[in-house]
């Protein structure tokens, strides 16, 4: 079984500070996606990493896939209210059906 | 265009009646997912279908879930009979085949099993 762990599981910070959300896996991943999930709704993909070492950006948030492609980042600079969330990493194995494997999610809360 | 749509949203109930849910994918996507969330488990894939054919359902959690999907614009997922422990927010995502398989939730359903 493939386990993707997520920290801090719990993230709580003031409006303007930068954080850095870590996705971690022992497994291969062929690509992964990371989501944000607000209150009443259903998780929206954010971004999908595909090749080792690759970097996305997508305004103020930078994506990072690890060299190995087992493990993946999301930074936040200057995060705002609206960054507010559940953030989601999630594996997908090209080898293994077409499932994907979630982490337990970040929940971050940004304070004005 | 329409995105995944689920029904009802919110469904409250007592233990040991029967609870439906409904999802309708996006047009044209060939994968259907179930899942669950909870605050202590997660966010749990229980079954998923490809071109209306169940694939895997290893995550149902026991005989009382079950899932169909007859036709590739409509699902369900029934819980007969429904417990306390049931209670969850269920969703419904859609996908087209392809490298990456980028999942479109739907906004789910609350349901709670007093």
């Known amino acids: 079984t493939q386990l993707l762990e997520q920290s801090p599981q719990f993230l709580s910070i003031q409006e303007g500070e930068n954080l850095t959300v870590y996705c971690n896996s022992s497994?291969?991943?062929?690509?992964l996606q990371w989501y944000r999930q607000e209150p009443g709704e259903g998780p929206v993909l954010l971004v999908t990493?595909?090749?080792?070492?690759e970097v996305k950006k997508l305004k103020r948030l930078t994506f990072q896939f690890g060299d190995a492609r087992k493990d993946s980042s999301l930074h936040i600079t200057a995060a705002q209210p609206g960054d507010t969330g559940l953030y989601l990493c999630?594996?997908?194995?090209?080898?293994?059906?077409?499932?994907?494997?979630f982490g337990g999610g970040t929940r971050l809360m940004v304070k004005p | 265009d329409a995105g995944v749509i689920q029904s009802p949203r919110h469904e409250v109930t007592e233990m040991g009646q029967e609870v439906t849910l409904r999802c309708k994918p996006i047009?044209?996507?060939?994968?259907l997912f179930w899942y669950r969330q909870t605050m202590m488990r997660g966010l749990e894939l229980l079954i998923y279908f490809n071109n209306n054919v169940p694939i895997d359902d290893s995550g149902m959690p026991e005989d009382r879930f079950s899932a169909k999907m007859p036709n590739a614009s409509f699902s369900t997922l029934k819980i007969q009979p429904s417990e306390p422990r049931d209670s969850a927010v269920y969703f419904c995502?859609?996908?087209?085949?392809?490298?990456?398989?980028?999942?479109?939730f739907g906004p789910g359903t609350r349901l709670t099993v007093l």
């Open positions: 995502a859609s996908s087209l085949l392809g490298v990456y398989n980028e999942q479109f």
């Open positions: 990493v595909v090749t080792g070492g």
């Open positions: 999630a594996g997908l194995n090209n080898n293994a059906g077409n499932m994907l494997t």
């Open positions: 047009s044209g996507h060939d994968y």
């Open positions: 497994s291969v991943f062929s690509s």
